[in-house]
Nanobody, 124 residues
Framework: QVQLVESGGGLVQAGGSLRLSCAAS????????MGWFRQAPGKEREFVSG????????YYADSVKGRFTISRDNAKNTMFLQMNSLKPEDTAVYYC?????????????????WGQGTQVTVSS
């Protein structure tokens, strides 16, 4: 079992930046690839970014590529999402999750141990 806690969300103007954190506890953090997902009101949860356990591969949704950067510090059991050039359409609750099954990084069925989420609101 892994417990995940997101933080760092907030209200920011368009063009601004936020850095989300996902702190893990429980089973070894390095056992898992990790992902960020988001869910906007009235929309389905969507993949944002993923990173494998040893940080040699990262994955991004086309909508955030070039603006968001995922990283992790295995020594501190923490994952990060640096979000730059934020747009109003980035407004959503952002969740981190541990990837427990092989398969498409974008498929949320390959993840478990979801955090409670952190709200990101981007004003125009």
């Amino acid at each position: 079992q892994v417990q995940l806690v997101e933080s760092g969300g907030g209200l920011v103007q368009a063009g601004g930046s936020l850095r989300l954190s996902c702190a893990a506890s429980g089973r070894s953090f390095t056992n898992y690839g990790m992902g960020w997902f988001r869910q906007a009101p009235g929309k389905e949860r969507e993949f944002v970014s993923g990173i494998n356990w040893n940080v040699d591969n990262t994955y991004y949704a086309d909508s955030v590529k070039g603006r968001f950067t995922i990283s992790r510090d295995n020594a501190k059991n923490t994952m990060f999402l640096q979000m730059n050039s934020l747009k109003p359409e980035d407004t959503a609750v952002y969740y981190c999750a541990a990837r427990v099954r092989f398969g498409a990084w974008q498929n949320d069925e390959n993840y478990a141990y979801w955090g409670q989420g952190t709200q990101v609101t981007v004003s125009s």
